[in-house]
């Protein structure tokens, strides 16, 4: 199929792009990887009258090391780049860890970071990512700029906070310290494929082994990502033990509320859920830098 009729600009700079924004408010679609939107418009899913193409504004395309330890990504920033980032290695390695996980490689040469998250699609590692590593988004307009954290951002399936005339500029993900492991798993019909069923685990032990700080995030079960409080709380000070484990996966399959779809019942992502978390919380524990997937 062919898209509908839409007028396109292509601004070079933010400034112009941000008063193209406020001025076609809802009307306007923004084109940054184009790896979702270009099938939207091509099936007539999306039928905007305004694509505002945004390839051209360099100073949203970086990796900047922040003060905290951290790391400012800007929002057009394609995702090879961060698969390939050694400062992202350094820093935040469960992100270079996932995005290998995100379709094909041909798909990340295109696909950004800020187009990934604004899709919000519920089956999407980038936006558990972000949950899990309680990250921040820098959301722009001609007139204001204001930060979300992630918990805020993510209201629905592809559906976020941004607001009219607003644009995703920046993804703030905070530093963890040398003590934190972390785990990530999915499980996909084929390499490349949205995940049926994902975990994020993160995990602060102290040298006994004991749990002082958790996070499991899960994706692909829920409208948006989702945080496991009762798993996590599961684990706090407690030494994370066979029995441990076995409990949290029960935890999260009790907890999880996922719709059945072509790809998967309710039932296989309630029972998968719980497998993927454990697996993800002993990638975390059996590895220095929680890099053992399987």
């Known amino acids: 199929m062919k898209p509908a009729q839409f007028e396109y600009f292509a601004p070079t700079c933010l400034a112009q792009a941000l008063e193209l924004l406020e001025e076609h408010g809802d009307d306007a679609k923004v084109l940054a990887g184009g790896q979702s939107l270009m099938p939207m418009l091509n099936m007539r899913l999306a039928r905007p009258n305004v694509v505002i193409d945004i390839n051209r504004i360099p100073d949203l395309d970086y990796i900047s090391p922040a003060p905290n330890g951290g790391l400012?990504?800007?929002?057009?920033?394609?995702?090879?780049?961060?698969?390939?980032?050694?400062?992202?290695?350094?820093?935040?390695?469960?992100?270079?860890?996932?995005?290998?996980?995100?379709?094909?490689?041909?798909?990340?040469?295109?696909?950004?970071?800020?187009?990934?998250?604004?899709?919000?699609?519920?089956?999407?590692?980038?936006?558990?990512?972000?949950?899990?590593?309680?990250?921040?988004?820098?959301?722009?307009?001609?007139?204001?700029?204001?930060?979300?954290?992630?918990?805020?951002?993510?209201?629905?399936?592809?559906?976020?906070?941004?607001?009219?005339?607003?644009?995703?500029?920046?993804?703030?993900?905070?530093?963890?310290?040398?003590?934190?492991?972390?785990?990530?798993?999915?499980?996909?019909?084929?390499?490349?494929?949205?995940?049926?069923?994902?975990?994020?685990?993160?995990?602060?032990?102290?040298?006994?082994?004991?749990?002082?700080?958790?996070?499991?995030?899960?994706?692909?079960?829920?409208g948006t990502p989702l945080r496991i409080g009762r798993a996590e709380e599961a684990l706090l000070g407690n030494r994370i033990s066979d029995g441990a484990l076995q409990d949290v996966s029960r935890i999260v399959s009790e907890e999880l509320d996922p719709d059945s779809d072509i790809h998967a019942s309710a039932a296989y992502r309630k029972e998968v859920g719980g497998v993927i978390t454990r697996r993800a919380l002993e990638a975390a524990i059996n590895s220095v830098n929680g890099d053992d997937r399987a």
């Open 72 to 222: 400012a990504i800007g929002a057009l920033t394609r995702q090879r780049t961060v698969e390939k980032s050694d400062l992202v290695k350094e820093r935040i390695p469960v992100l270079a860890a996932a995005v290998p996980s995100i379709g094909h490689f041909q798909i990340r040469n295109r696909g950004t970071m800020g187009g990934s998250i604004s899709h919000a699609d519920p089956a999407a590692e980038l936006p558990a990512i972000c949950l899990a590593l309680d990250g921040e988004l820098v959301l722009s307009s001609a007139s204001n700029q204001r930060v979300l954290k992630a918990e805020d951002f993510f209201l629905a399936p592809l559906t976020t906070a941004i607001g009219p005339g607003e644009l995703l500029t920046e993804i703030r993900l905070p530093a963890r310290s040398q003590e934190w492991k972390w785990g990530f798993q999915e499980v996909c019909r084929r390499q490349g494929d949205f995940a049926m069923v994902g975990a994020v685990s993160l995990l602060q032990m102290d040298g006994g082994g004991v749990c002082q700080s958790a996070c499991i995030t899960m994706f692909g079960v829920g």
